[in-house]
């Protein structure tokens, strides 16, 4: 009966709907301490369902060693009600229907309806506040160890005040020391941007900051210090809006340059391998024709030769055959010869030859060969510590390295090898005092038949090859003292093995 006139009297102020509503677990007890009323999150906190929770005391919600104590506790704050919290510092602790202990903080508000006090208790799970604070702080670490790890910077950019606030590794990589308190404008931000790549930048921003796109921003762009260098930096950032203009960017960015000065090197190395390769092309197309022509030409000279011989001897005066047979042999003999300084002109030059990291030159050419697109393989690298620097020219070697590694990768490829692989061996031969290098993939391997013509010149089974690669590799290993050749009695796919002398 005391809950319908209740729910009536508070029908008019919606008070129960207002109650029901909240987001904080509530209880209303009135002045004999029994609960009157709990909300939805109440009851969800406590276990209980609400016709549980109507009649009980708020005794009964408590441990047994605290109940007789909390009859003295409420009889005193009913003398003096008012809005206050409970515990004063102290832990306080309920049960739910279980019969486990839930830590809370408890505030109490007075309520007066018709003449009548009623206590509207507040309850916060101070369980669920130290786990939320918990994994908020282990959230900060975490984000703040990815931070450090990525070495990355934070900014926010405020539209609005145009000006950027900015953390320490921002201001790092940057290198400016001009904004103690971690705002810079935005002017300034960006007049630190290399010239040529303004206009990247602004069309990325501009792009960003259209109400109509999605608001993310990615680039790079060159960063030019106060003392002149360059730094590379990577942005992301995400745009906010309101009412249809952007008030905030939030972003990161990272100091790239370490990867672009990789990126640049092997831009570098990958143009010297390629003019290297053309132009030994070239060297073995000329050898292969002076070859081929050579045995021609002599046997017109020599032929030409015996004719004039003849005519000579028979006293055949005819002055006329007896010219064309001297213009045959001399410009067959001149032909010959022209073919001839051709191929010594194409190989003129000593060979620039220095002590190089044989372990290093195996990583280039790995790096050059995955970045011109024959990634698709799992490598195995074995080297040897400590191995001695060897005696040749580097681009030479890195050449017929990376030679060998696209031919295994469009052998596994066209073969449809899955997973595809590659093993590369750097070990030491004692006995010859050289270093020896293998490249074994798990390809079809090479047939038996076609073995002893693998490393002739124009000799290939590839639909699109020119059969130049292996045998331009051989010379160039031949060319740096040492050799190339492919092991005949690999069980599964090609092994290749070449030597190099050692510095010392």
Same mark, same amino acid.
């Given at each position: 009966m005391a809950?319908t006139?209740?729910?009536?009297?508070?029908?008019?102020?919606s008070?129960e709907v207002?109650?029901?509503?909240?987001?904080e677990?509530?209880?209303?007890v009135?002045?004999?301490?029994?609960?009157?009323?709990?909300?939805?999150?109440?009851q969800?906190?406590?276990?209980?369902a609400?016709?549980?929770?109507?009649?009980m +005391?708020?005794?009964?919600?408590?441990?047994?060693?605290? %109940?007789?104590?909390?009859l003295?506790? %409420?009889?005193?704050?009913?003398?003096?009600?008012?809005q206050r919290a409970?515990?004063? &510092?102290?832990?306080?602790?309920?049960?739910?229907?279980?019969g486990?202990e839930?830590?809370?903080?408890?505030?109490l508000s007075p309520?007066?309806?018709?003449?009548?006090?009623?206590?509207?208790?507040t309850l916060?799970?101070?369980?669920q506040?130290? !786990?939320?604070e918990?994994?908020?702080?282990?959230?900060?670490?975490r984000?703040?160890?990815?931070?450090?790890?990525?070495?990355l910077?934070?900014?926010d950019?405020d539209?609005?005040?145009?000006?950027?606030?900015w953390d320490?590794r921002? !201001?790092?990589? @940057?290198?400016?020391s001009?904004?103690s308190d971690?705002?810079?404008t935005?002017e300034?931000f960006t007049?630190?941007?290399?010239?040529?790549?303004?206009?990247?930048?602004?069309?990325?921003?501009?792009? *960003?900051t259209?109400?109509?796109?999605?608001?993310?921003?990615?680039?790079e762009?060159?960063?030019?210090h106060?003392?002149? +260098?360059?730094? @590379?930096?990577?942005?992301?950032?995400?745009?906010?809006?309101?009412?249809?203009h952007?008030?905030r960017?939030?972003? =990161?960015?990272?100091?790239i340059?370490?990867?672009?000065t990789?990126?640049?090197?092997l831009?570098?190395?990958?143009?010297?391998?390629?003019?290297l390769?053309? !132009?030994?092309?070239a060297i073995?197309? /000329?050898?292969a024709?002076?070859?081929?022509?050579n !045995?021609?030409?002599? *046997?017109?000279?020599?032929?030409?030769?015996?004719a004039?011989h003849?005519v000579?001897?028979?006293?055949?005066n005819?002055p006329?055959?007896? %010219?064309?047979?001297?213009?045959?042999?001399?410009?067959?003999?001149? /032909? &010959?010869?022209s073919?001839?300084?051709?191929?010594?002109?194409?190989?003129? &030059?000593?060979?620039?030859?220095e002590k190089?990291?044989l372990?290093?030159?195996?990583?280039?050419? $790995?790096?050059? *060969?995955?970045?011109?697109?024959?990634?698709?393989f799992?490598v195995?690298?074995?080297?040897?510590?400590h191995?001695?620097?060897?005696l040749a020219n %580097?681009?030479?070697?890195q050449?017929?390295?990376?030679?060998?590694?696209?031919?295994?990768?469009?052998?596994?490829?066209?073969?449809?090898?899955a997973p595809?692989?590659?093993?590369?061996?750097?070990? +030491?031969?004692?006995?010859?005092?050289?270093?020896?290098?293998?490249?074994?993939?798990?390809?079809?391997?090479?047939?038996?038949?076609?073995?002893?013509?693998?490393?002739?010149?124009?000799f290939? +089974?590839?639909?699109?090859?020119?059969? =130049? &690669? $292996?045998?331009?590799?051989r010379?160039l290993?031949?060319a740096?003292g040492?050799q190339? @050749?492919?092991?005949?009695?690999?069980?599964?796919?090609a092994?290749?093995?070449?030597?190099?002398?050692?510095a010392?």
């Amino acid at each position: 009966m005391a809950i319908t006139i209740m729910a009536d009297s508070f029908t008019g102020l919606s008070f129960e709907v207002l109650f029901n509503a909240m987001s904080e677990a509530m209880l209303l007890v009135n002045d004999t301490g029994h609960v009157v009323l709990a909300n939805p999150v109440a009851q969800n906190l406590l276990g209980y369902a609400e016709s549980e929770l109507v009649n009980m +005391t708020v005794e009964q919600l408590m441990p047994i060693r605290y %109940r007789e104590h909390h009859l003295n506790y %409420r009889q005193t704050y009913l003398n003096d009600p008012r809005q206050r919290a409970m515990g004063k &510092g102290r832990n306080l602790v309920l049960l739910n229907r279980a019969g486990q202990e839930l830590a809370v903080d408890i505030s109490l508000s007075p309520i007066k309806i018709n003449h009548q006090l009623y206590v509207l208790a507040t309850l916060n799970s101070t369980n669920q506040l130290h !786990q939320v604070e918990d994994a908020l702080e282990a959230s900060e670490e975490r984000l703040q160890l990815a931070k450090q790890a990525a070495n990355l910077g934070i900014f926010d950019f405020d539209f609005e005040h145009n000006t950027i606030h900015w953390d320490n590794r921002m !201001q790092q990589i @940057w290198e400016n020391s001009d904004s103690s308190d971690g705002t810079i404008t935005y002017e300034k931000f960006t007049h630190a941007i290399h010239p040529k790549d303004l206009a990247i930048y602004q069309t990325t921003f501009d792009k *960003a900051t259209d109400p109509s796109g999605d608001g993310e921003f990615h680039t790079e762009f060159r960063v030019i210090h106060p003392d002149g +260098t360059i730094c @590379w930096v990577a942005m992301a950032g995400q745009v906010h809006f309101e009412e249809g203009h952007p008030s905030r960017l939030l972003g =990161m960015a990272r100091d790239i340059t370490p990867r672009k000065t990789l990126e640049e090197e092997l831009k570098i190395q990958r143009a010297e391998t390629e003019t290297l390769f053309k !132009q030994q092309v070239a060297i073995h197309t /000329a050898s292969a024709i002076a070859h081929e022509l050579n !045995q021609p030409l002599t *046997a017109i000279s020599a032929y030409s030769e015996v004719a004039l011989h003849v005519v000579e001897n028979d006293q055949i005066n005819n002055p006329e055959i007896k %010219r064309a047979l001297k213009g045959c042999v001399e410009q067959a003999q001149r /032909a &010959g010869q022209s073919l001839h300084e051709l191929v010594d002109f194409l190989q003129k &030059g000593e060979i620039s030859t220095e002590k190089i990291n044989l372990n290093k030159i195996v990583m280039d050419a $790995l790096r050059i *060969a995955r970045s011109d697109g024959y990634s698709e393989f799992h490598v195995q690298v074995h080297l040897e510590p400590h191995l001695p620097t060897v005696l040749a020219n %580097r681009l030479h070697i890195q050449k017929s390295l990376v030679n060998l590694l696209r031919n295994a990768v469009e052998a596994m490829r066209t073969a449809n090898i899955a997973p595809s692989a590659i093993t590369i061996t750097v070990k +030491t031969l004692q006995e010859k005092n050289m270093a020896m290098v293998t490249v074994q993939d798990n390809g079809p391997g090479v047939e038996q038949a076609i073995i002893q013509q693998i490393f002739e010149p124009f000799f290939t +089974t590839k639909p699109t090859g020119i059969g =130049m &690669g $292996l045998s331009i590799s051989r010379t160039l290993i031949e060319a740096n003292g040492g050799q190339l @050749w492919l092991d005949p009695d690999t069980k599964e796919g090609a092994k290749f093995h070449f030597t190099l002398p050692f510095a010392s």
